[in-house]
T-cell receptor, first 113, second 115 residues
Framework: GESVGLHLPTLSVQEGDNSIINCAYS??????FIWYKQESGKGPQFIID?????DKRQGQRVTVLLNKTVKHLSLQIAATQPGDSAVYFC????????????FGKGTHLIIQP | DAGITQSPRHKVTETGTPVTLRCHQT?????MYWYRQDPGHGLRLIHY???????DKGEVSDGYSVSRSKTEDFLLTLESATSSQTSVYFC??????????????FGPGTRLLVL
């Protein structure tokens, strides 16, 4: 069946290093993805999106890469800070109707001092 | 902060009792959603609404019903709560589909424990 999943449940990085969080998807027709950040005790927060007509999109300290050939996307966070500690989800927003998002299971990013 | 609230924020109830969760928005957004979040499952869509009185089922709608009589309120009802409905429930709003960063928001969540 269709799925959106992340490769690792937990990622630990040193403060100041770059973080890379991966996500694989199975539906080759998917054409719009969103990355969310969820801090402890809060709802998810939309951080960056990418459409299938792009391979890369950059935001403030974040970059998303999309490889449609292998159905893989990644979120790169530059110079990771303590405030980046959270669970990160990729979500497939390609649904034809307004029927919500298909979320991956999430990766917990832990920042080591 | 975006104008989206959920009530109650925490609830403990017993199996078999009815429970209603409320999502309230002040953004006048068209689309509203209810998700549940469980360990190992990420967020899963329960029901959504694309306008007043217009609702539809999501991936995990069994045991849940919703109502939207006003733009600003989206109610989620568990007619007879079961332990499998113990979860964290999130409401989300959006002004468009697909959502865009500037107008999509999630509420703070409601922790529900069914004993």
């Amino acid at each position: 069946g269709e799925s959106v999943g992340l490769h690792l449940p937990t990622l630990s990085v040193q403060e100041g290093d770059n973080s890379i969080i991966n996500c694989a998807y199975s539906n080759s027709a998917s054409d719009y993805f969103i990355w969310y950040k969820q801090e402890s005790g809060k709802g998810p927060q939309f951080i960056i999106d990418i459409r299938s007509n792009m391979d890369k999109r950059q935001g403030q300290r974040v970059t998303v890469l999309l490889n449609k050939t292998v159905k893989h996307l990644s979120l790169q966070i530059a110079a990771t800070q303590p405030g980046d500690s959270a669970v990160y989800f990729c979500a497939d927003a390609s649904g034809g109707g307004a029927d919500g998002l298909t979320f991956g299971k999430g990766t917990h990013l832990i920042i080591q001092p | 902060d975006a104008g989206i609230t959920q009530s109650p924020r925490h609830k403990v109830t017993e199996t078999g009792t009815p429970v209603t969760l409320r999502c309230h928005q002040t953004e006048n957004h068209r689309y509203m959603y209810w998700y549940r979040q469980d360990p190992g499952h990420g967020l899963r869509l329960i029901h959504y609404s694309y306008g007043v009185k217009d609702t539809d089922k999501g991936e995990v709608s069994d045991g849940y019903s919703v109502s939207r009589s006003k733009t600003e309120d989206f109610l989620l009802t568990l007619e007879s709560a079961t332990s499998s409905q113990t979860s964290v429930y999130f409401c989300a709003i959006s002004d468009s589909w697909p959502p865009i960063q500037e107008t999509q928001y999630f509420g703070p969540g409601t922790r529900l424990l069914v004993l």
